[in-house]
């Protein structure tokens, strides 16, 4: 049996991480959950599935679960903050880490989960966007095994699976295009926050959900599959694939394409992760092709989504500062569309001005990689304190 360790355990993909380990109790024991402050999901989810360390984000998160579980029995640790994500990242008897915070504070666990020797299922791309070298030379000198769980890159695994040694001629990465793909510019700039957040295909946290709406997430994963499988950029190809039954695809040498396919449900991915190299049932629904009539094709746009081409950018500067300063620059920015403090139109502006005004600097450890990040969010996060007061 199989100890996992669940981090964002409340999350979009923690929850249906839960899921498969509900429907597979014979494969699967759920080892640690660490969650940042749904503190009524998180005791559900410890007395469901009986963890041995748990952790929240903040100390008060963890007093009151420790209150709410006073009557639990069995062992059980609970921590918070860094120290605990650490500890459910690295807690012994997890053989799996499901790696699945959003943002740079996936950065660190995920890091201590590999030295620790444990095999990842990576969901948190931003690890690669901000430190993609370092985290693969640590993969490969732990020797651990390294599973994506964004479906685009399971999708380029799964095909790339017993291809390893052929020359790949190119990655085609598709995307649904998110809620506005077809929007006019003029139309763009009233884009509201609920509207952002329902995408048309997949049921995701915030912070992923806003950056699809953007296609910064899709440039992300360029980022993301450019370290992941060790591609040039000018070898990965975007397209818009609106149905989003195809998952992603590459081209060999001799002309022939692998493709993934399947429904729209993240459970398909997380349970190859989980199970790999065997696959398992995941619970989802059929594609029914004749209800589907047409799979459809077309070039991102971007004129009307700017970030997509600022990830290419990226990717032809030496060292990984422009990387950090794009990841950390649309964090802030997604932060302040989020609450409503600045409209949609404004997340790439201050993504690319963050890119054309701050200066990139070497970074090369992990410590020096958390700095420039806060640095770059600091620096942010004031001036545009500044700018939404007046
Ligand atoms: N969802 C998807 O379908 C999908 C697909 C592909 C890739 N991804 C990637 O997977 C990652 C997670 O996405 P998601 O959609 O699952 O996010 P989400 O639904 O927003 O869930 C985030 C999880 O992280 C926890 N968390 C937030 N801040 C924390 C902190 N400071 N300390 C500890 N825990 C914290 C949350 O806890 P609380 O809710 O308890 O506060 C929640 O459990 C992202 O990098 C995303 O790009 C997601």
Redesign the pocket.
């Known amino acids: 049996m199989k100890g996992i360790s669940v ?8 929850i249906q991480t839960l899921e498969l380990a509900r429907l597979h109790p014979d494969l699967f024991r759920i080892t640690a959950l ?5 503190v009524d ?2 005791e559900r989810q410890v007395r469901e599935f009986r963890p041995v360390v748990v ?3 903040k100390e008060t998160s963890a007093i009151e679960l420790k209150r709410r579980l006073s009557d639990y029995s069995g062992p059980l640790w609970i921590g918070h903050s860094t120290e605990g ?1 650490e500890r459910a990242a690295t807690a012994v008897g997890a053989d799996l880490v499901v790696g ?4 740079s ?2 950065l660190r666990p995920c890091f201590a989960a590999v030295q620790a020797g444990k095999d990842l299922a990576l ?4 690890v690669l966007v901000m430190a993609g070298k370092l985290f693969m030379s640590t993969v490969a000198r732990e020797g651990i095994t390294l599973l994506p ?3 685009e890159q399971s999708a380029i695994f799964q095909c790339l699976h017993g291809n390893r040694e052929c020359e790949i001629k190119r990655i085609i990465l598709t995307a649904s295009g998110g809620p506005f793909s077809n929007f006019p510019r003029e139309r763009m700039e009233r884009i509201t926050r609920d509207e952002t957040l329902n995408h048309p295909r ?7 959900t806003v ?1 699809s709406a953007t296609l910064m ?1 899709k440039g ?1 994963e360029v980022i993301e599959a450019r370290w992941l499988f060790d591609v040039p950029a000018n070898h990965i190809e975007v397209v818009i694939h609106p149905e989003s039954i195809i998952h992603s695809m590459v081209e060999f040498a001799d002309g022939s394409i692998l493709a993934q396919l399947g429904a729209t449900d ?1 459970r398909i991915p997380i349970s190859y992760a989980l199970a790999f190299p065997s696959r398992i049932n995941s619970g989802t629904q059929a594609v029914s092709f004749p209800a589907l009539g047409s799979l459809n094709f077309q070039m991102p746009d971007t004129n009307r989504f700017p970030l997509l081409k600022a990830a290419y950018d990226v990717l032809e500067q030496s060292g990984n500062a422009s990387a950090i300063i794009l990841n950390a620059a649309d964090e802030v920015a997604v932060e302040l569309f989020l609450s409503e403090k600045i409209p949609f139109s404004y997340i790439p502006k201050i993504v690319l001005g963050a890119l054309n005004r701050i200066p990139p600097i070497q970074v090369e450890t992990l410590e020096e990689i958390e700095a420039f990040h806060q640095q770059v969010v600091n620096r942010l996060r004031k001036d545009w304190a500044a700018a939404v007061t007046g």
Do not use: H, R, Y
Not at 100 to 103: A, E
């Open positions: 981090l964002g355990s409340t999350g979009s993909i923690g660490a969650a940042g402050s749904n999901l998180l952790s929240c984000s994500l699945g915070l959003p943002g504070i996936g969901a948190t791309k931003e769980v964004d479906s997949w049921k995701m946290g915030p912070k992923v950056d997430n992300l993240m």
